[in-house]
Every structure is written in C-alpha cells, then in structure tokens.
C-alpha cells in the first residue's frame, strides 16, 4: 500500500511540472504575441500586472528565449516519472530526429514574428509552429524516458552484476610476485594489482593456447623471483623461449644474491650448449627406494598408459628391473659407473648374464623375486615379457647426444644449495618430447628429492606445458614444500590434460593443493570447476511484464556466479580470472580477480630486442681449429658400450670363480 502511495503522489508532482511547463508556454505567447492577442479582443488587466511586476524584477521577458527554456526544464522534470509501456517500435533515432525537429520548430520560430504579412497571420504561425515543436519534445521526452527505465537490454551481459571490487593495493614483501592489473568496475576501468605473497602454496596458470598465460604471467614469474635473489629450476619446453629470459634477468640481478648463482643448462638438441650432469649421481642415492624413484619415473615417461595402471604386474616388474640395475651399479665400484647410459647398456646384455650378475648381490637378491620364480620354473616367456616391458621403451632412449648429456658432472642437482645456487633451465623438443620427457623426467625427481629439505636457499620450480612431461612426486611437493621456501609455478592448458596424463587421483591432488590460480580462456569442465572455486555472489535480478496498457517490473536478488563458466570461455587474450592466498600478517580481502595483467608491450619489446643469446658452453675445436663434437660424442658412446662390456665381463669371471655363487651360472643351463 505505502509504495502504491508513494507511486500516486510522484504521479501528481509529474503532472503539476508539465502544467507548469505549459503555463510557460501560454506566458511567451501572450507576452511576445501581445498586440495581435489584444486585437482579437482578449485582454486580462491582472496577468498584465504579474507579468510586468516579473519583467521589472527578474527581466524574464527580456529575451523570447528564457521562457522557452523554462518550459522545456519543466518538461524534461515532468518526463522523469512517466509511467508508460515500452513498445519495440520505439528506438534512439526516433527519439533523435523527434527532439531535432522539436527544438527547431519550438526555439527557432522567433522570426516568425517578423514577417511582412499580417499581424495575426504571423501570430498564428508561431503559435502554430510552437505548439508542434512542444509536441515533439513532449513525446520525445515520454519515449526516452521509457527507454532509460525499461533497461532490461542495456546489460544483455550481465557486465554490471558479473564486475566486482579487487585489489588496488600493491602488497610487496621479500618473496612476491606483483603483476599489475585493469578491472572493470562500476562503469569504468579501475587500476589494480594480484599480489602473490605467498608463492610457497603453489601456483597454477590455465589458458589455451595464446591466451597468453607465458607472456603475462611466467616470464612475469621468472623475472621478479630472480630479481629477489631465487635458486630457479625452469622446465622449457620450446627451448629456449624461458631460458632466455632466465640467462639475460640473470645477468642483470647478480647483485642480488649473497653468493652468485651459476646458470646451467641441459639440452639434449644442441651438446655446444649444454652442461652434462648425470642425475643419478651416485652421491645423492642413499637406499634402493631413491633408485626405484628414478626407474618408475623414466618408465612412466616412457609409457603414459602405466601411470593408469600402477601396481599391475607388468608395469612393476620392468620398474623393478631398472631399479635394480641402477643399485647395482650404484654400489658396484662405488658408484664409477652409476649413470643412466650406462644402465641402459647394462639392461640390454643377455638375461642370463644380467640375472647371475645382479643376484650375486644380497641387497638386491629379494628385489628380484618376481623374475628369478620365472627363471627357476622355466616360465621363459614370461621372463622375456618382463625384460622386454623394459627393454623396448629403454631403447628408444639410446643416442649418442643423450648419452653425452647425462654422464657428465659438470654440476649437481641441488639447486637451492646456499653455498653454490643455480639457476637451472632443462630443454624440451617437441619434435622428440617422448624421447626427451622421459630422461629430463629423471632430471626433475632427482630435483624434488633434492630441494625439499630444510635450511636450504629460497627456490622456485617452473614447469612450462606441464603435461608433456611426467613428474614424479609434484604432488607431494606442492603439498609439503612450502615450509622450504620451495615455489611451485605449473603452466598448463587445460584440466584434461592433467587428468589424461596424471590420473585423476594425481591429478586431483595437483588442482585441490594449490594456493594461487590463474586462468585465461579455458572451455567445457575446466570453466565450470574455476567457476564454482570462485564461488557466487548476491545478485540484482529484474523482471518485466508488458501489456498492452501497462507494464509491471520486479527486482529481485539471488544467488548467483561471481564468474560464470560462459565468461571464461570467452575471455579476451590478456585477461585472467583466478585467486591468490595470503598470509597471517599480509591479509588480502579481495582475492578473486577478473583483469586485464598489464604488460608494457613496448618496454617488453627493448628489453627482448637486447638480450644477449646463450653462450656456447663446450668448445668442441681442436688445436687445428676443426670441429670434433661429433667424434668426442661418438667416443663417450662407444666408451660406455665398453664400460658395460667389461663390467659384465668382470663380473662373471668374478663368479665363476666363486664356489658359493658358481651355482648362479649353472641354473641358467
């Protein structure tokens, strides 16, 4: 009852504006038609009186444009509260040419006055022409009024509802990542900042291809991490698009850092610009479990289909297989021959000089079980189908420049080392990603083995194009190392991929364990899990119902998405959506966001355009000055065939000349 009042007595204000905008008009034509208005006989003595009292005081008739302009600010008040219905015919241009014509017909009729005709035919022109440019007005005034309150098209988009506030503060401290940001907020571009304080909870970046997840986000990463003195492991897969940026942000922050960290890197294409490094290294195995690590991760590499498969027979067995060569070579001289080449090689010598070798070791004796049954009951197929899951993967991974690469020990893989930091960049082909996935998978579970230990500097591990390659234990580093000071950034495209090539167990834990999330345009699942993490929002809803004589709305609110999945679908290049977490001490109330991360193009285009190419790293040139890299690495890889050769060789005079292990050799005839 009480809004239907409020609605009748705003009505009534309406209706007394528009009747004084025609008192107005009325007032200008019997002020300035004065003479022709008294020849027809019409004269009131007092409105003369009120007029001129109006004149002499406020000069309101000393212009024939005042009173028109009175007339029309009562009319435009008096359009304000129209109640009406919109129809469909009504439209902006309508309203524009209405308007046009109105103010020519109601403000540009003065010189009708003085025209050379007669007094009263002049009188009635401009009467004439007034009262049809008032009309027009009018109604232009009635449609565009209907037009602004029945705005239900205005935001086909929901833009309004969908924009929120997000942080404007720049939030800084000795281990965050500030990426500078535009929001839209309440009808305009706002300024803003993500503030990752907190890099240690880990940090995802979704987004299809070009959407521009390296360009605004990781290279972002990479620059302020080694600015503020970060050990750095970086995963390129297009090599050598990160590692440049890593090598020159280097070169240009030593400063940064207590002791100065040496770049290295790993390259299976080009061995000139490669460090060797054996990530097997004998001095960090410490039990047979580090050696199995490393066999399940080159396995799973190899063979993506097991890692939906783990506990079968068939994808243990062969892991066992390798697990137990690397130990064995581990512990056999000390570890002289402990590199993965080497246990390629050694693999792949006949069965029945592998297994009396391997067993005539205590410690591997029980790890064997699986294959020394097969042998001892005759079961030879089966025995060969073991050795075979491991031997044709194993082979693909034979190459001279491989080989080279990872029996060499120019640097360890403790990165975060205080006393000797790295920064550490590893390259992909994706012209050979199985090959190479597999061996640098090797490279990064030795790494998440190394780093996750107390007391070691502030690092940050940057895996670019997560899913082509297999990481062992990212999980359980995601999960635990942030006590570490070990920062995790994980670029991927999609959800999918992670599940296709993680599992869903796996994969699930990756999405659910992160602090930190960045997305650009993802599509289908991906959109509507981010979208139900960021959670809904209380929004306006309006409904109208029209009629042919009357139309009624209602404004209603609900619960709805801050950020549906159709908006991230559809999101620009440049623009991300995510959420960021923060700390006791540095409390974040707006940690969604929905922005554009600003990118100075052009100061990004100077920077790119001077960086300095990096340096060959082994001169392969002779005193003659002619190439010998081909020939060095032909003889590394004939060597390690050697090696094996007498290894084996060795080995099993060694036993024959045993009388407890001579038995070895007798089951095999």
């Known amino acids: 009852m009480q809004q239907e009042d409020d609605l009748r007595g705003l009505s009534k204000v309406m209706e007394f504006m528009r009747a004084i905008s025609i008192l107005f008009v009325v007032i200008n034509i019997y002020w300035f038609c004065y003479q022709a208005i008294k020849d027809w006989g ?30 029309v600010i009562f009319l435009a008040l008096s359009c304000l509260g129209t109640k009406g219905v919109k129809e469909e015919k009504i439209t902006w241009p309508k309203i524009y040419t209405f308007l046009f014509f109105g103010f020519i017909f109601f403000f540009l009729n003065w010189w009708l006055l ?24 009018l109604v232009a005034g009635l449609w565009m009024s209907r037009l602004l309150k029945n705005n239900l098209m205005d935001d086909v988009f929901n833009m309004e509802n969908e924009s929120f506030q997000q942080e ?5 401290n000795e281990y965050s990542v500030n990426l500078p940001t535009r929001f839209y907020y309440k009808k305009k571009w706002n300024d803003g900042w993500i503030n990752i304080v907190n890099p240690f909870r880990a940090s995802i970046v979704l987004g299809t291809p070009g959407s521009g997840k390296s360009y605004a986000v990781v290279n972002n990463y990479i620059k302020q991490q080694i600015y503020k003195g970060f050990s750095m492991y970086i995963y390129d897969y297009k090599f050598d698009d990160l590692s440049t940026i890593a090598y020159n942000t280097l070169l240009n922050n030593l400063d940064k850092y207590k002791v100065q960290p040496k770049f290295y890197v790993i390259n299976f294409d080009n061995p000139r610009k490669s460090h060797r490094c054996n990530p097997i290294n004998p001095t960090f195995m410490t039990d047979i479990s580090d ?5 399940y991760t080159i396995m799973l590499n190899l063979n993506r289909t097991w890692i939906q498969k783990q506990g079968d027979f068939f994808v243990e067995s062969p892991i066992i297989l390798l697990a137990a060569i690397i130990w064995y070579l581990k512990i056999f001289k000390d570890g002289k021959y402990c590199t993965f080449p080497h246990a390629i090689e050694f693999l792949n010598r006949r069965y029945a000089d592998i297994f009396p070798i391997l067993t005539s070791y205590p410690q591997l004796e029980n790890y064997l079980s699986p294959f020394m049954d097969a042998w001892e009951g005759g079961a030879q197929d089966q025995l060969q189908g073991q050795i075979a899951s491991a031997k044709i993967p194993l082979s693909r991974m034979i190459s001279p420049q491989l080989y080279w690469v990872m029996t060499g020990d120019d640097f360890t893989l403790d990165i975060n080392n205080p006393a000797e930091p790295k920064i550490l960049c590893v390259g992909n082909n994706p012209d050979r990603q199985n090959i190479y996935s597999a061996a640098l998978g090797l490279y990064n579970s030795r790494i998440v083995k190394l780093i996750n230990k107390k007391g070691q500097l502030k690092s940050s ?20 190392a942030r006590s570490n000071k070990v920062a995790v950034c994980l670029g991927f495209q ?31 699942e991906t959109a509507k899990t981010l979208s139900e993490r960021f959670g809904k929002v209380l929004q306006k809803r309006q409904s109208m119902t029209i009629n042919r004589n009357d139309k009624s709305t209602s404004i209603s609110t609900q619960m709805d998405s801050l950020i549906p999945p159709s908006k991230i679908s559809n999101l620009t290049q440049g623009m991300f959506v995510g959420a960021v977490s923060d700390n006791f001490d540095e409390r974040i109330e707006q940690k969604i966001f929905h922005c554009e991360i600003v990118v100075d193009n052009v100061a990004v285009a100077a920077e790119t355009k001077a960086y300095k190419k990096i340096p060959e790293i082994v001169n392969f040139t002779d005193t003659d000055g002619n190439d010998t890299m081909q020939t060095e690495i032909d003889l590394n890889y004939k060597q390690i065939k050697q090696d094996v050769l007498d290894i084996v060789k060795e080995e099993l005079e060694r036993i024959e000349g ?4 001579r038995h070895l050799l007798k089951k095999e005839e």
């Open 461 to 480: 591990v940057i895996i670019d194009e997560l899913p082509t390659i297999y990481f062992r234990g990212l999980d359980n580093l995601i999960a635990t």
């Open 42 to 71: 019409i004269n009131i003595g007092v409105v003369d009186k009120i007029l001129l009292n109006f004149q002499n005081t406020a000069g309101l008739f000393s212009s024939i444009l005042w009173t028109k302009i009175f007339a």
């Open 291 to 295: 050696a199995y690590e490393s066999a």
């Open 114 to 137: 003085y025209l050379p005709l007669p007094l009263a035919f002049n009188t009635a022109l401009y009467v004439f022409t007034m009262t049809i440019g008032y009309i027009l007005l």
């Open 494 to 524: 999609d959800y999918s991929q992670l599940i296709r090539d993680y599992g869903d167990k796996e994969s699930k834990v990756i999405q659910n364990t992160v602090g930190n999330i960045f997305s650009g345009q993802v599509v289908g």
């Open 658 to 661: 045993d009388e407890n292990l």
């Open 168 to 172: 404007t503060r720049l939030i800084e």
